[in-house]
């Protein structure tokens, strides 16, 4: 599945009316069609009061079309038009001209005051958006503004269905220009948008859900599209390592997790665990000696090198006594809980100049040190993986977070392609780039995992993955959908707030024995 822009739907919708044959007119018959179908399915009453709001532009002429299947399936919905007729055009206008020569009524919103369409929203039991759909450019205008301010007062009390994206999120950016539908649920057509997944989007389109209509996905090979995939259930479980039924712990690989500070002891534990219990062979520990005794009582089941420390923190010489260890590890993860220290810099330097060809895992303040120093990232004869949230990814780019957030896609692709790494840029919605210029974008996250020690797991997880032969991309796209999934799944059981770090890894646990 491809997460699609305004311009690619465009291209995809054209190619498929003037290659394949098949007219917009068809297309909006079934767009309309499969939302109807969604709608029945969604809810339990047999006869549903349904408020279709319809803009002038192709997401309206899906609503007309709406309006008249649900007139098909002997319910009575109420079709605002929100727009002056005379304005639509096109595959819109031939099917309000269908509605109207069935006789079926239309609300024309010019014709009535704001005070009966509050009337009507109050009476309805669904509310379906067609106001707009992907073609929002700026700022919502009056009076379409107030209409949807007055529907998102409805937004906890009765489902909004947003057709194609909720009204006045743009599908590109997911930016909200002053409002937008606050949809409960988004039938979306042939892909999800960009939208969905980045700026403010994720607020506003409530569950999604993508639906055929005849636009065939291989035309995005035939046009030669270059869009970002989302990650599935299917693609997360193919990404897995396949574990051998004669395997045995040295099969499974040795992930080492490299990290811990006197102020930060939690850290590297949460990464080992993580990475044992979803199915590293062997995990060792090399920590600060002065934390050795904390960490081996809380995790028996590593192995540990405890190293020369000063002050709480890495000693210069931990790195000449890690030396002739490294050889042994199939992956690394260097950062987890390891703070700030004098010489980090050179530290990290020289730790680079040990490595050999092992995956490594580079995360928390080890992105910060490194930051003056990314050209070790070029030379590295190994592969790479980043995981920066935003503050660090606006660090490692002299950026503002803002920045970031806006571009997200850009900006990881870009940087991911720079230094020939695997970038996971961390964030409601993750996004995943690859050195070759490849996009994959996380359609899930939760709240739930906003505390310490969550970005912890995850390094763990992508450790242990890599540990157990998986490629770098395989590694992000196991783990990223792992840990949100379980985030998703435990808040449910345990509310948004007391999701703990352990939570997450027995969800890790339950979702790898379900697929």
Known sequence: MFAAGQKDMQKMDQCTIEKIGLPGVVLMENAGA?????????????NPKVIVLAGGGNNGGDGF??????????????????VDPERIKGDARKHLDIYLNRGLPLKQFQDYSFAELHDDLFMADIIIDSILGTGVNGPVREPLKDVISLVNTYADKKPIISVDIPSGVSSDTGK?????????????FVFPKKGFFLNEGPLYVGDWKAVDISVPPSIVKDLGLDLPKVITEHLAKAAVPIRSKHGHKGTFGHALILGGSRQFVGAPIFSAKAAFHSGAGLVTLAIPESIYPIAAAQNPESLFLPLTDQDGHFAAAAIQELSHSLHQFDSVAVGPGMSRFPCGEEWMKSLFGYLTDQHVVIDADALYLLRNQLDLLNNYTGKIIMTPHPGEMARLLNKTVKEVEENRLEIAIQFAKEHSIYLLLKGHRSVIATPSGELYINPHGHDALGKGGSGDILTGLIASFLAQGASPLNALIAASYLHARAGEEKAKKLSHY?????????GVKELLNEI
Request: glycine content about 6%; hydrophobic content about 50%; proline content about 4%.
């Open 498 to 506: 007391g999701v703990m770090p352990f939570d997450v890894i027995e």
């Open 34 to 46: 499969i939302v109807v179908e969604e709608i029945l399915k969604s809810t339990a009453s047999r």
């Open 176 to 188: 909200v220009e002053g409002v937008a539908i606050k949809a409960s649920k988004t039938i979306t």
């Open 65 to 82: 079309v709406i309006a008249r299947r649900l007139y098909d399936y002997g319910l009575h919905p109420q079709l605002w038009l929100l």
